[in-house]
């Protein structure tokens, strides 16, 4: 967290980092800081193993879930365990976080019985903004997995006078993905690339990023299981069948990645 605070964000460019899995911290210009989905835990693996999942972490956490109260914000996209993780939350809520939170109903409901004041949560849902700073922050459709959570969103992220990025979330293809995201026009999508769980494949995911024509597509939600694993160049893959194979960017874990928009 001392290394995300001391990070120098340049005007009209978002940085971001990836924790693994659908986690990520972002920073704006303005020094705003906002985690979405942190899973800093190992939580899954019991869990999943009651189901015959390997679901243990392949690689650490790559910060304490206590640092994370230096944060803005704390942005949710459903409530499944690798993203409304207890095992996170806990001691973030220990160490005096107080949020404030976004999220989903189902995932609202979640983070009481964790504990988080109501008042201290903000529900969102598709076309509903919230502002922090100089963000801008509108929950957008996804399409959920199961029954067990029907909420889900995705999030645009877009930074005043700067780009905007488009987190897909947990989210299955559907046209209204690019319906909902296009008007924004995001510069980079963030996309889910996990099949084998109903989420959007490498194919979906680039059919999504030529289909909203971003400049760049970042694979994500592919790493951290072996029974939740997919090659990220299997993106790379289709998005050159898409004919636009030079938009792929692949994150390392815990390094900062700065995009400014081309064309400012």
């Given at each position: 967290?001392?290394?995300?605070?001391?990070?120098?964000?340049?005007?009209?460019?978002?940085?971001?980092?990836?924790?693994?899995?659908?986690?990520?911290?972002?920073?704006?210009?303005?020094?705003?800081?906002?985690?979405?989905?942190?899973?800093?835990?190992?939580?899954?693996?019991?869990?999943?193993?009651?189901?015959?999942?390997?679901?243990?972490?392949?690689?650490?956490?790559?910060?304490?879930a206590?640092?994370?109260v230096?944060?803005?914000?704390?942005?949710?996209?459903?409530?499944?365990?690798?993203?409304?993780?207890?095992?996170?939350?806990?001691?973030?809520?220990?160490?005096?976080?107080?949020?404030?939170f976004?999220?989903?109903?189902?995932?609202?409901?979640?983070?009481?019985?964790?504990?988080?004041?109501?008042?201290?949560?903000?529900?969102?849902?598709?076309?509903?903004?919230?502002?922090?700073?100089?963000?801008?922050?509108?929950?957008?459709?996804?399409?959920?997995?199961?029954?067990?959570?029907?909420?889900?969103?995705?999030?645009?992220?877009?930074?005043?006078?700067?780009?905007v990025?488009?987190?897909?979330?947990?989210?299955?293809?559907?046209?209204?993905?690019?319906?909902?995201?296009?008007?924004?026009?995001?510069?980079?999508?963030?996309?889910?690339?996990?099949?084998?769980?109903?989420?959007?494949?490498?194919?979906?995911?680039?059919?999504l990023?030529?289909?909203?024509?971003?400049?760049l597509?970042?694979?994500?939600?592919?790493?951290?299981?072996?029974d939740?694993?997919?090659?990220?160049?299997?993106?790379?893959?289709?998005?050159?069948?898409?004919?636009?194979?030079?938009?792929?960017?692949?994150?390392?874990?815990?390094?900062?990645?700065?995009?400014?928009?081309?064309?400012?």
């Open positions: 967290m001392k290394e995300l605070q001391r990070f120098e964000v340049p005007a009209r460019s978002l940085a971001i980092w990836w924790l693994g899995q659908m986690s990520f911290i972002l920073k704006s210009p303005g020094g705003k800081i906002v985690a979405i989905d942190p899973y800093l835990s190992n939580s899954c693996r019991q869990a999943a193993m009651e189901g015959g999942f390997d679901m243990d972490r392949q690689m650490p956490p790559p910060m304490a206590s640092d994370l230096g944060i803005d914000l704390y942005l949710l996209t459903h409530s499944h365990q690798d993203h409304l993780d207890p095992d996170t939350l806990r001691p973030y809520l220990q160490a005096g976080g107080r949020g404030p976004v999220a989903p109903a189902e995932t609202v409901e979640k983070l009481c019985n964790h504990g988080v004041h109501a008042s201290a949560i903000e529900m969102t849902w598709p076309n509903h903004c919230t502002l922090v700073g100089d963000l801008t922050i509108q929950a957008t459709f996804a399409i959920p997995y199961s029954g067990d959570d029907l909420t889900h969103v995705g999030y645009l992220v877009g930074v005043a006078g700067g780009p990025f488009y987190f897909t979330g947990d989210t299955a293809y559907h046209e209204i993905l690019g319906v909902a995201a296009g008007p924004h026009k995001p510069d980079v999508l963030v996309a889910v690339i996990n099949g084998g769980f109903r989420n959007m494949g490498p194919y979906e995911a680039a059919r990023a030529k289909e909203l024509d971003v400049k597509v970042i694979p994500c939600h592919h790493d951290l299981f072996r939740n694993m997919v090659p990220p160049q299997m993106l790379r893959t289709n998005l050159i069948m898409y004919g636009i194979g030079d938009r792929y960017c692949l994150l390392e874990h815990a390094k900062p990645f700065v995009y400014t928009c081309e064309h400012l």
